[in-house]
């Protein structure tokens, strides 16, 4: 069922940068083109960015708990968002995603709703509009969820954790828009959130869990049966909210990050490559750190640590100096009390926006830094050398494809591949093969060699001519 909105714009988006000794300032830069209210009366908790209609452009779609739907705000061009179009979902709607989950070449929508304990897939008709829902039981009182191929089917599958019944729960897709029977696993008390990631390197995504009240992240391997080895336990200070995924160290792999609501803090939890979690490292960040994102937001290949603070009514942004070193904050301002936001290039200029729902609206800023800090990696000065003289990827951080685009001096035998941050390679993007000089495009939809889609993360490409690297650089999947 469909209901009108009401458009509202009143609040702008400032970003300023404190500045501790020895510290060099970071790029962190958000022109305000919002807020956005979803609709009168209604309240955005959750957040997604994907390109809702298929034409091209990065859109944004909220789930909205005070009225139980969920708001898709068009992108109109040039990071400016339509007013918003809001479709019903169950009771409560509390956390939302994106994905092809029926495999139709549309983003479907899912929420997680928590009074209904159950996920909403709202279906996409192919012109962004959502007739159809249906429900599929998940667990009492959902949190958070996430849709990725978790048993290695090129299937989409339903997550979510569950706060009262202290559960992960998976319902495995089967490509044609159904799902198997939901599986249950347990996890510690009430967990929060949860992140999606290969965090073992043996090719199986595996699940990590932030428990508030049990104040751990406990790591779920995958078994590659659909199910998970005995859970490990890492102890966090005090309560732990919001979980993420980044790599913070630059070694074995990704690692953990969570926020400490009432420790206003994030701690970083370091893997080993096996999926083993280290001691926390902790990070202070704003006050009432509630909502987590580690985005690379200036483009320099590493990072940031991003929070939402309830208390302060603000973001807080951290750049990353390398080996676990942030610099100073930078506080993006915001409305009362934001809940979550998500980061994606609704500009088109490859650098990472950012959406903000909180109590009254959706704010929305687009990311000023140089586009070509996104948009270009090159490994000069063998790119010259090798007849490479541009490479690009748009958009970037993406979902859920995106476009290398390269520009030869002169014919020359090309190949792209693309690697995990392991370094293992994912997908043989581009088979060697004998291009004319010019540009030349080829486009990633975030599969493997298999055809099954990957994990949300930063992955790596290599461009090589003529049998040699000649330019390599980093790409983002955001899901």
């Not at 509390?94 to 479907?108: M, R, T």
Request: glycine share 12%.
């Amino acid at each position: 069922m469909q209901r009108s909105t009401s458009l509202s714009i009143n609040v702008l988006l400032t970003v300023t940068t404190l500045l501790a000794p020895g510290i060099a300032r970071a790029q962190f830069c958000f022109e305000a083109n919002g807020p956005i209210a979803p609709g009168a009366g209604e309240r955005a908790n959750a957040v997604a960015i994907g390109d809702i209609d298929g034409d091209g452009l990065a859109d944004v779609v909220t789930a909205n708990d005070t009225t139980d739907g969920f708001a898709v705000l068009r992108q109109l061009g040039s990071g400016i968002l339509d007013a918003a179009v809001v479709w019903a979902t169950g009771d409560e709607p509390v956390s939302i995603a994106v994905g092809d989950v029926d495999e139709d070449g549309d983003l479907d929508v899912v929420t997680g709703d928590q009074n209904s304990s159950a996920w909403s897939v709202l279906w996409n008709d192919g012109t962004g509009a959502f007739a159809d829902r249906d429900s599929i039981p998940a667990g009492a009182a959902v949190n958070e969820i996430r849709v990725a191929d978790l048993d290695g089917d090129a299937h989409l599958d339903l997550l979510a954790v569950n706060g009262s019944s202290a559960t992960i729960t998976v319902a495995h897709g089967r490509g044609d828009g159904s799902f198997d029977p939901t599986l249950s696993f347990d996890t510690d008390l009430t967990p929060n959130g949860l992140v999606v990631a290969d965090f073992d390197g043996d090719g199986r995504l595996d699940v990590a869990v932030s428990n508030f009240e049990s104040s751990t992240v406990t790591m779920h391997l995958n078994d590659g049966a659909r199910g998970f080895a005995p859970r490990t336990t890492t102890a966090i200070g005090l309560n732990p909210l919001d979980i993420a995924v980044g790599d913070f160290d630059g070694a074995n792999g990704p690692d953990v990050a969570v926020t400490e609501f009432f420790a206003d803090r994030v701690s970083l939890l370091l893997n080993d490559g096996t999926g083993s979690l280290g001691v926390p490292v902790t990070v202070n960040v704003g006050s009432g750190a509630f909502t987590l994102a580690t985005p690379d937001v200036d483009c320099d290949g590493l990072s940031e640590i991003v929070t939402g603070n309830l208390n302060s009514d603000d973001v807080t942004i951290l750049s990353n100096q390398g080996q676990t070193n942030f610099g100073a904050p930078s506080v993006v301002s915001s409305g009362t009390n934001p809940s979550t936001f998500a980061f994606g290039d609704l500009d088109g200029d490859g650098a990472p926006d950012l959406a903000i729902p909180y109590q009254e609206g959706v704010a929305y800023g687009t990311n000023t830094c140089p586009a070509t800090a996104c948009a270009v990696s090159t490994s000069a000065p063998s790119a010259t050398r090798s007849g490479l003289e541009r490479v690009e990827i748009h958009p970037n951080p993406f979902n859920p494809r995106t476009q290398v685009s390269f520009d030869l001096a002169r014919s020359a035998a090309v190949s792209i591949s693309i690697h995990d941050a392991a370094g293992r390679r994912v997908r043989t993007l581009l088979p060697e093969a004998t291009f004319t000089a010019g540009r030349h495009q080829v486009v990633w939809t975030g599969r493997d060699d298999e055809g099954r889609p990957v994990a949300s993360g930063v992955y790596h490409y290599h461009v090589a001519v003529d049998g040699e690297i000649a330019a390599a650089g980093r790409v983002t999947l955001a899901k």
